[in-house]
């Protein structure tokens, strides 16, 4: 059940270390990367809590969650092919929507799908070795540009605007092996039925997250107008200041969650009532999943500001260059590929000693530990002058990614309805889109105010953004029966 993750993360792979560079290639600023971003956070936001909330509401002869994986696959595969041939950068910008929100279709129910085929003691066994095919598959495609030109002696460099053979190369195969993984999930997998579900979810211990009362339709229009009021005002503001305009991104987020309660109490008075039901769930979120938000705020912040910019920052800060078509430029694009094969080779050996710690410490505990080895990561590499040591640093980055692709969702997946999991699992994603969205609103603002375009200090404040979510980790209220040590044998 956890192979598939093995292709749906070589796309993403692939994406996080070589998107930047194919902006920059096609003319992108460095200044303009975070919101030309913004397609991955925004169509997880859109795409999961709706994927979420039909997979939990299907049942076909491919099982509830089977039919999303081969949809999303198919249109995955297709994306990933065409993006490295991306003629102009409002094309490239225009395919990462598409492949994001393809990606997406598939990812959703993978997470949903642990919930529901695993008892509560293995779920964090279960999302620790989803972290394992996500760390195998991510070093690979980290590195394959890489292995390409190095090894194979594709060429790494092109003509001023042209991505290289290389990056195309790897797109190809990458394509390949997200369908070929995902359909092996789809068709070696199989999945009890709603009544199992419900025989099961009644002989497991109660579930100590109990939602809260919706709101009232007084209090929906109340919140809807308030949030849209705020953006726009925000909108106004950058306006009329003439502030950086990657800040409308950050009001349209504001007056966004706004607009969509509005439409959501409108939709409630006629038979359509997805989108009422989703935006309802929001505010009856139990009491660990809110605490777990908080985690996840800072946690995905960081990540964020990593990918978008550890490619800018090795070139320019280790290497020396940010001209995109010099061969250190390149050189330091193809190391960053190296060290984010690096973290995720750890983080698939970080997988299988995280639910080790997890029986020592708690499932709090090890998520705070490994959210401290990510910080000091990032933060060495303001310290470390020598690019091959970087892959030092990647030890704690590894072991942060290992974690949270894991603990939060194993502490979550106790502590919601299981006949909610798929659309609670999709809402849960929306707290690590809204700090991406607030990364790609902000960070290019910060280093050209304060740090003079300086990539490297956007690692720095990822690390500090880590440090926050370790101690945020440590308030989250957990039941004892998560802290049960997981069975490796029933996955």
Not at 183 to 203: C, G, H, I, N
Not at 263 to 277: C, I, S, V, Y
Not at 306 to 315: D, F, L
Not at 406 to 428: C, D, E, T
């Amino acid at each position: 059940m956890c192979f598939g993750f093995l292709g749906i993360q070589f796309g993403f792979a692939l994406q996080n270390a070589n998107v930047s560079r194919i902006f920059q290639t096609l003319g992108a600023d460095i200044e303009d990367i975070p919101v030309l971003w913004i397609a991955a956070p925004l169509t997880g936001l859109l795409v999961q809590p709706v994927i979420g909330y039909f997979s939990d509401r299907t049942w076909t002869p491919l099982g509830r969650r089977r039919p999303f994986f081969l949809a999303g696959a198919v249109l995955s595969s297709i994306a990933i092919i065409f993006m490295p041939n991306s003629p102009t950068l409002w094309i490239a910008a225009g395919m990462l929507w598409v492949m994001d929100a393809s990606i997406n279709v598939s990812m959703e129910p993978f997470r949903a799908l642990v919930g529901d085929m695993l008892p509560q003691k293995q779920r964090a066994f279960g999302y620790s070795l989803q972290s394992f095919f996500i760390g195998i598959s991510s070093v690979v495609a980290s590195a394959l540009p890489w292995m390409l030109s190095n090894w194979f002696g594709v060429s790494n460099t092109a003509a001023e605007g042209a991505i290289p053979d290389s990056v195309k190369l790897s797109f190809y195969v990458g394509g390949a092996v997200f369908l070929l993984a995902v359909l092996w999930s789809v068709l070696k997998t199989r999945e009890y039925s709603p009544q199992q579900l419900d025989d099961f979810a009644a002989a497991e211990p109660e579930q100590e997250g109990e939602e809260e009362a919706a709101p009232s339709p007084a209090r929906y229009r109340a919140l809807g107008l308030g949030f849209t009021i705020a953006g726009a005002l925000i909108s106004a503001a950058v306006w009329h200041w003439g502030l950086d305009p990657q800040l409308y991104i950050f009001s349209g987020l504001i007056g966004g969650l706004g607009l969509l309660q509005l439409l959501a109490q409108w939709l409630r008075r006629g038979r359509f009532n997805a989108l009422d039901e989703i935006v309802s769930n929001i505010y009856r979120m139990p009491v660990a999943m809110k605490q777990l938000a908080l985690v996840q705020f800072f946690s995905w912040f960081a990540l964020f500001a990593m990918w978008i910019y550890t490619t800018a920052a090795v070139s320019s800060f280790h290497f020396g260059s940010s001209d995109v078509t010099s061969k250190a430029y390149n050189d330091g694009a193809d190391w960053a590929g190296i060290l984010f094969a690096a973290y995720n080779g750890f983080a698939a050996i970080a997988a299988l000693l995280i639910p080790l710690i997890a029986k020592r410490t708690g499932l709090r505990g090890a998520h705070c530990i490994n959210l401290c080895l990510g910080a000091v990561g990032l933060l060495s590499f303001f310290f470390i002058a020598d690019p091959r040591w970087l892959l030092l640093p990647m030890v704690g980055v590894g072991f942060a990614w290992a974690s949270i692709l894991s603990l939060p969702y194993a502490m979550l997946s106790s502590a919601v309805p299981h006949r909610k999991m798929g659309v609670f699992m999709g809402i849960f994603n929306g707290f690590i889109v809204i700090p991406q969205l607030l990364a790609a609103s902000i960070l290019g603002f910060l280093l050209k105010q304060f740090f003079d375009g300086e990539a490297i200090y956007a690692l720095m404040i990822g690390g500090a953004s880590w440090l926050l979510a370790a101690v945020a980790a440590l308030r989250v209220a957990q039941p004892e029966s998560e802290q049960l040590e997981a069975d490796p044998q029933a996955v």
